[in-house]
């Protein structure tokens, strides 16, 4: 059982690693543990709009562990134009690390779903991705554009980094935000173009 | 759709709710959210220990909305002494509003898992409070025994109130548990009886 018992503390660190959004109403960034557990009850919320059949336990086994890498990495803004491949590839060598302590197959089992979440290629890592990266737009939208504004992200950067995941995944999903990110635009939500 | 946006934004406030243990290496106190996401990744690891066949994702299910409740009531201690009984009724009437704010036959099966949960008749809710029970306690193990220490909580208290949940739920972590429990109280780790 130690072996567990040593991941399930390495992972506490995921709680002090910080995302750039912050809860709604709290003066903090959120992190990813906090952001995983929000993203797997969404999922559930949200299964039915899926655009086909999907195990939506599969989906949160999968967003349990997707950000897990970010213990060695950090979080990092989805909308930064830096070296992804770099970054991956760093993300992928902490997620051997880390799941690398517990005994083989289930080390093996949380690579593979962390892979597939990466991949997103399976109709649950596609659902998934949609709900991991609709949830900090959620929030901006409730939060004056928080991130966005703080971060200088512009409305044409958010779509075109947010829409093809979603309406890939969960297109219901997209046609609720479409209008409500126009809107945000025009209320000045996001920074200048 | 809006409905579960409402809802999902309005469980934001989970992640303002402080409990009492904190991060390990953190100056802050943990919240429910970030709490039950690792409790649904222990859950997960240790299911293999558990006595007889269970659901896993069933305890995820549970573990993941198990806590909601608390965003209207706060977060007690596990050891106080406190009125049980007008406090659970607090919660569940937080938990109806909260989950009413779903669509009927989804906020229906959330309250049938926060019920379940809190009965601790099922296997899966027996495992599932050995998890929710468990975490802080291996957090204190390697945390100075933090919150026993800042709270008064004597060693007599923790195995009192923890030692059956984990023995029915997961006996095998009690097996693990109860030495290093017996360690800590010989290093000063608890409060005093």
Chains 1, 2 share one sequence.
């Not at 997620?95 to 089992?109: N, S, T």
Request: aromatic share 8%.
């Amino acid at each position: 059982m130690q072996p567990v018992i040593d991941f399930i503390l390495e992972i506490d660190k995921l709680k002090s690693v910080t995302r750039k959004i912050k809860p709604l109403g709290q003066d903090r960034f959120e992190n990813p543990a906090e952001h995983s557990w929000q993203i797997a009850v969404l999922a559930t919320t949200l299964a039915s709009y899926a655009p086909g059949p999907i195990d939506v336990d599969h989906v949160i086994a999968m967003l349990l562990v997707h950000d897990i890498g970010e213990i060695d990495t950090g979080d990092t803004l989805t909308f930064a134009e830096g070296d992804w491949v770099e970054r991956k590839r760093d993300e992928l060598a902490a997620a051997r690390r880390i799941f690398g302590l517990l005994p083989g197959p289930q080390g093996e089992r949380f690579l593979a779903l962390w892979l597939e979440f990466e991949s997103g290629e399976t109709a649950e890592a596609k659902f998934a991705n949609a709900m991991d990266r609709v949830m900090p737009v959620l929030l901006n939208l409730a939060n004056d554009g928080q991130s966005w504004r703080e971060n200088g992200i512009s409305y044409a950067r958010v779509v075109k980094r947010i829409a093809p995941p979603i309406q890939t995944g969960c297109p219901a999903l997209w046609d609720y935000l479409a209008p409500r990110l126009e809107a945000a635009r025009e209320a000045g939500l996001f920074g200048a173009e």
